[in-house]
């Protein structure tokens, strides 16, 4: 499947310096595909930045939302492209 704009909301905008929270529904299957490099097509535009973090949620799975980090944002031919990596939890 392909990235869906719809789907990327953002919840809470960063203060100064800090990171901003978003959240992300699609139907693509999160691990592998929503995380892979180049996903987010209009990332830079949207406004993500490096150390946002993304709650990734797959509709019709059971396991709810996943915590991502926004690892990379760069420009590729002069389309925006992020980079979302998944989060180390503890």
């Known amino acids: 499947m392909t990235y869906a704009t719809e789907g990327l909301k953002l919840l809470a905008p960063g203060v100064d310096s800090q990171p901003s929270l978003w959240t992300y529904l699609t139907t693509d299957t999160i691990s592998g595909t929503v995380d892979a490099a180049g996903y987010f097509t209009d990332g830079a535009a949207r406004g993500l930045k490096v150390g946002d973090c993304i709650?990734?949620?797959?509709?019709?799975?059971?396991?709810?939302?996943?915590?991502?980090?926004?690892?990379?944002?760069?420009?590729?031919?002069?389309?925006p492209y992020s980079r979302v990596q998944p989060a180390i939890l503890s």
């Open 55 to 79: 709650l990734a949620g797959e509709t019709g799975a059971t396991d709810g939302y996943t915590a991502h980090y926004v690892s990379v944002v760069t420009a590729l031919d002069a389309s």
